[in-house]
């Protein structure tokens, strides 16, 4: 039996606000995720997808990536809430979240998927639509840059 599109959001809804609240942070979260799901469903090659959950996370991706604010904006924005309203585990310490905050789209979408929903590289890969070495790629960049923030 196939899911209808209203089970389909409702299965993936939580960890799709999750993923977008990584990317994008808690201000924006819910409008990207509402934007690609609207976006998705509406498309009439929603119908012919097979994995419907990664396509979903790809479209939450390519909306934040899509979003037309600045880049100073977003920062500011992102390290204003980060320390106090960002989901992450608790051991994190508010420098560390600012560091995630600075990090590209692509590069939080690689370490959110990786360190916080402890998924493999295959597995983010297969979510993303991009290729593993892709994926070690940013998080090898995503590493650099949180050294090169947290030992300054």
Same mark, same amino acid.
């Given at each position: 039996m196939e899911l209808s599109d209203a089970e389909i959001? @409702?299965?993936? =809804?939580? @960890?799709?606000?999750?993923? $977008? #609240? /990584?990317?994008? /942070?808690? +201000?924006? =979260? $819910? +409008? !990207?995720? *509402? #934007? $690609?799901?609207? *976006? !998705?469903?509406g498309s009439p *090659?929603? $119908? #012919? !997808? @097979?994995?419907k959950r990664a396509y979903l996370y790809r479209a939450v991706l390519n909306t934040s990536k899509s979003m037309g604010r600045s880049e100073m904006r977003r920062r500011a924005r992102e390290v204003r809430v980060a320390a106090s309203t960002f989901v992450a585990p608790v051991e994190l310490r508010p420098d560390v979240l600012e560091a995630v905050a600075k990090l590209s789209v692509q590069q939080r979408a690689t370490v959110f998927l990786t360190y916080w929903n402890d998924y493999s590289v295959a597995q983010v890969a297969d979510l993303l639509d991009i290729g593993e070495g892709s994926v070690k790629r940013h998080l090898a960049r995503a590493r650099a840059n949180l050294r090169k923030s947290l030992h300054a």
């Open positions: 959001y @409702e299965k993936h =809804a939580d @960890e799709l606000i999750r993923f $977008a #609240t /990584g990317l994008v /942070g808690p +201000d924006d =979260a $819910a +409008d !990207v995720l *509402s #934007t $690609a799901v609207l *976006s !998705v469903i *090659s929603w $119908a #012919t !997808v @097979e994995n």
